[in-house]
């Protein structure tokens, strides 16, 4: 038995004169003597798009080849062409069903030859890392408690996963589902040794570093061909499960985990062996609420409770290798922390006076730079990032 469904598309106040079916874009065009030319979803019959004809005639018809979604409209006074232009296509779906909603996108950066790769974490503990190009799930992993944050070490094909309970896991990224190689557990959260302290009072003053909040990857990559042929050898040995063999030493490249804490302290600790390199307190012992990480400019940006966000300058190769650089007071709590060359964007939001606004610092000359409310959001912002030229 055939079944037929019929899907009635109607907003028009006149008739409607020629219709016609880009097959590029997906779309069904319309013109009518409302004076309008419209554009239509074939999939759900939802008005995409409406363009009024301003002091023109009605569009009487609508034709052409319809590739590169050109076409052509002709009334009393004359012809007109258009073109159907978008700021964004779907390029894929990344991996279907990622078990909930997504609650955190990674895109690691990596040049050419490296492969593009999206992690997302999605649910209560899924985390799942897809192929840019095709939208493939490569590998996923599941924790064993709720997911804080995540990020993807794409040249050592490493999985980092921080849980709610401040445990960092490691997992390797070679098989489907992901291996847990190691489970890191307090690390950074120990007392404070006296030569730790700033000023020598012991660790009174000092808040417990507590629990790990928030975690970022560190990549300095200072021997590309060292680090691509070594990621080159992995790949053969994909779908095996990882050794214990211990890593071999790398003078040059440097990737390290850096860890904020719920008292208000940064820890830096070695991708291969988990080994605290470096903690220093931050934040005057409240809570960091985000980590953001530029290894081209060699900084590490923090955010915490006490509506700050500090500016560290990085040092890979030196034991202590975290220095503030600026300490820059908001106001407000940021919510999103974003960072374009020596341009810094941060994101706020406070629902109850309907506040959503963005604000961008200058980390040359330490400038502020604010825009009309007018231009705010209307509603929750719900994340920031940067591309080559612009803050989104």
Not at 192 to 200: A, K, N, P, S, V
């Amino acid at each position: 038995m055939c079944v037929c469904v019929c899907v009635y598309m109607c907003a028009r106040a006149g008739v409607v004169t020629s219709l016609a079916c880009c097959p590029e874009s997906g779309l069904l065009l319309s013109a009518s003597l409302d004076g309008t030319l419209r554009c239509w979803s074939m999939e759900g019959g939802d008005q995409v798009q409406c363009f009024p004809i301003e002091g023109g005639e009605p569009p009487l018809a609508l034709g052409g080849p319809m590739k590169g979604g050109t076409f052509f409209t002709f009334s009393q006074q004359g012809v007109d062409f258009w073109t159907i232009s978008s700021l964004y296509n779907l390029h894929c779906r990344l991996g279907g069903d990622l078990g909930g909603s997504v609650r955190q996108i990674v895109v690691p950066s990596c040049p050419l030859p490296y492969p593009t790769r999206v992690l997302c974490v999605s649910g209560d503990r899924n985390v799942t890392i897809v192929a840019a190009e095709t939208g493939a799930v490569l590998t996923s992993f599941s924790a064993g408690q709720r997911v804080r944050c995540a990020d993807y070490c794409l040249p050592k094909e490493i999985l980092l996963v921080l849980t709610e309970g401040g445990t960092l896991i490691r997992a390797s990224t070679l098989t489907n589902p992901a291996t847990c190689v190691d489970e890191w557990k307090a690390r950074g959260q120990g007392p404070w040794q006296r030569e730790e302290q700033t000023d020598g009072e012991g660790d009174q003053w000092i808040a417990k570093p507590g629990p790990a909040s928030c975690m970022v990857l560190y990549s300095n990559i200072a021997d590309r061909l060292r680090a691509l042929d070594e990621w080159k050898s992995l790949q053969e040995q994909r779908c095996q499960r990882p050794t214990n063999k211990k890593p071999l030493h790398d003078a040059k490249n440097r990737f390290l985990v850096m860890l904020g804490h719920n008292g208000g302290c940064v820890s830096v600790l070695m991708l291969d062996t988990g080994k605290v390199q470096y903690r220093t307190p931050a934040h005057n012992g409240q809570k960091i609420t985000s980590l953001q990480a530029d290894p081209e400019n060699s900084y590490l940006l923090t955010a915490g409770e006490d509506k700050a966000v500090l500016v560290w300058r990085v040092f890979p190769y030196a034991q202590e290798c975290l220095s503030l650089h600026l300490n820059l007071f908001c106001g407000h709590p940021p919510l999103y922390l974003a960072l374009l060359g020596s341009l810094l964007a941060l994101a706020f939001q406070d629902p109850d006076s309907a506040t959503y606004s963005l604000v961008h610092f200058s980390l040359l000359n330490q400038s502020r730079t604010d825009h009309p409310p007018s231009e705010d959001h209307l509603d929750c912002i719900t994340g920031e990032t940067v591309t080559e030229d612009t803050v989104k």
